[in-house]
């Protein structure tokens, strides 16, 4: 290659042992933050305290490999090469999970390219902007809800469903009647309901005890239930 006028570097520029170890251990502290707030403000249905475990071994292993890589020219073109044969086999169901491994690979990105001041203030606003929101939005949206009641009583009401639905009514945005089944002198009924605060929920329950002793309810989160 020599011939042709191009001198091709035989090895990269040296790598200082001390600016890995501090960008490693700053790296460190910044992955314990990043799991603490996956798990105080995460809304995922997985285990966030086992998922976030996974933040400081990738935040770590990208400073080390953005610091090996960037003073080699060779060593970028083969890292190329060799993650293009890595296949992650765990899929990744949570939009949320996968901003945060995003957060955690950035933050490796940051460190590992020496610009530690940048990727600490960037870092630190991105994640109090975030848990702003979240505190802000808490409690505040509303929540679409199965709404099951069960009532081993209902002969003793006339019009039963016509009762059930005026008390519903009083504290739900909308409420729409799925399912019912009547036997025996007992009523199972199922509502698909949209509750405008979380507030609305202790008043109804309280309510529909009032208003037909022993019976039973149930709420589920239709946002939280699992996606087959």
């Known amino acids: 290659m020599q011939e042709l006028g191009i001198n091709w570097p035989s090895s990269g520029a040296p790598l200082s042992l001390t600016v890995l170890v501090i960008n490693l251990a700053v790296g460190f502290v910044l992955a314990l933050l990043l799991r603490w707030h996956f798990q105080r403000f995460g809304s995922t249905l997985s285990n966030r305290s086992e998922f976030a475990q996974v933040f400081p071994f990738i935040l770590l292993t990208t400073i ?72 802000a939005s808490l409690g505040k949206q509303p929540k679409n809800l199965y709404l099951s009641l069960e009532w081993e009583n209902s002969s003793a009401t006339e019009n039963p469903l016509e009762a059930l639905q005026s008390v519903i009514a009083r504290h739900v945005s909308s409420g729409d009647l799925r399912r019912v089944d009547k036997r025996n002198g007992s009523l199972a009924v199922t509502y698909f309901v949209d509750v405008p605060h979380t507030d609305n929920l202790s008043a109804l329950v309280e309510e529909l005890g009032r208003s037909f002793p022993g019976m039973g309810v149930t709420f589920i989160d239709q946002n939280r239930m699992p996606s087959i």
Not at 80 to 88: D, E, K, M, Q, Y
Not at 111 to 129: M, Y
């Open 64 to 135: 080390l490999i953005i610091t090996v890589v960037k003073s080699s020219l060779a060593l970028s073109l083969g890292l190329v090469g060799a993650l293009s044969i890595v296949r992650f086999r765990t899929p990744i169901k949570e939009p949320e999970e996968l901003a945060y491994l995003f957060m955690a690979i950035a933050m490796g990105l940051g460190l590992g390219a020496d610009q530690r001041l940048p990727t600490i203030v960037a870092s630190l606003f991105i994640l109090t902007a975030i848990g702003l929101l979240r505190r």
